[in-house]
């Protein structure tokens, strides 16, 4: 059956532990650990770091799976974020190289899968940035497979700000470049973390693609969403996706979830679903974050019973 887990972007201030220990205690099977590097990111929910991947020798692999083991909750993936395809190159360069070693830690933690952007140069269209995204992504998915390590691309066009217009930093945003991805690369170790959320705000239908990839879902991101409907009557679709939409708790939005769990279990996925909390209601303190994991595990427990 499917697992219940969260992002642990969401806990900046607490330790490993800490993360575990919440995530037993609301009642979740599983955890997206985020392993950024060292250093500030100013961007929204990025810089988290719960696993250092640079350090991780075969005592604190060890350390990792004991905390697991103590508190019943394993590891659904790891996930780093960045934008692999950034125009500056000094950027895309080390983004690349971080996250290849966010894979060789998924392979030596014996989790074997690991999250992240493909990035894009969000001043050039998608033809543009297509050469470079072979040139990059190619050595990148040859390296997971030889890790045997399954890679995750979540679908979030990352464009929701000045900066990120018009194009956004992430190619991977609807399933047209999906099928164009996974035909120019073909390979079972690379497919998708799917967030029916950013499906909503672009107006696509975020059930069908769950019939069309369903062999390209490797981890699946649980967050809602709400379009303003008055606001986008007033603005538009081309206007900055923030002025017309917020990210919710799940069953806060426009997701049908009752439909969504329906279908994913139909196409066979029993992996797991991690809630993604990015509701500003609760992000002013450590005790609503703890909230709002709470909230969206008695929610969603209504489609993803505890195993027993």
Not at 13 to 39: H, K, R, T
Not at 265 to 290: A, H, L, M, Q, W
């Amino acid at each position: 059956m499917m697992q219940l887990g969260f992002t642990t972007a969401i806990l900046p201030n607490q330790s490993l532990e800490q993360v575990f220990e919440i995530a037993s205690e609301c009642g979740y099977d599983c955890v997206e650990v985020m392993c950024w590097p060292a250093g500030n990111d100013a961007r929204r929910y990025a810089g988290v770091s719960h696993i250092d991947v640079g350090s991780l020798d075969d005592a604190k692999v060890s350390e990792i799976h004991a905390l697991s083991e103590k508190y019943g909750v394993s590891i659904s993936a790891l996930g780093y974020y960045p934008n692999p395809l950034s125009p500056n190159q000094e950027e895309a360069n080390a983004a690349v190289a971080h996250f290849c070693k966010v894979i060789t830690a998924a392979a030596k933690l014996g989790i074997h899968k690991a999250n992240s952007f493909v990035g894009r140069d969000w001043t050039k269209s998608v033809d543009e940035n297509w050469p470079r995204y072979l040139e990059t992504w190619k050595p990148i998915i040859d390296f997971a497979e030889q890790q045997n390590v399954k890679v995750g691309i979540e679908n979030c066009p990352m464009y929701f700000s000045d900066d990120e217009w018009p194009g956004g930093k992430n190619l991977a945003h609807c399933p047209a470049i999906w099928t164009r991805m996974f035909e120019d690369i073909p390979s079972d170790h690379f497919g998708l973390n799917f967030d029916p959320s950013h499906l909503v705000w672009q107006h696509i239908d975020y059930l069908l693609p769950l019939r069309q990839f369903a062999d390209k879902l490797f981890h699946v991101h649980a967050k809602d969403v709400r379009i303003d409907r008055d606001k986008i009557n007033q603005v538009g679709i081309l206007a900055v996706p923030n002025a017309y939409h917020t990210p919710k708790l799940p069953g806060m939005g426009d997701i049908d979830w009752g439909k969504f769990f329906s279908i994913l279990g139909d196409v066979g996925y029993r992996g797991p679903v991690c809630v993604e909390v990015e509701d500003r209601i609760f992000e002013d303190s450590d005790t609503n974050r703890k909230l709002s994991l709470r909230q969206s595990a008695t929610y969603l427990r209504n489609y993803v019973p505890r195993h027993v």
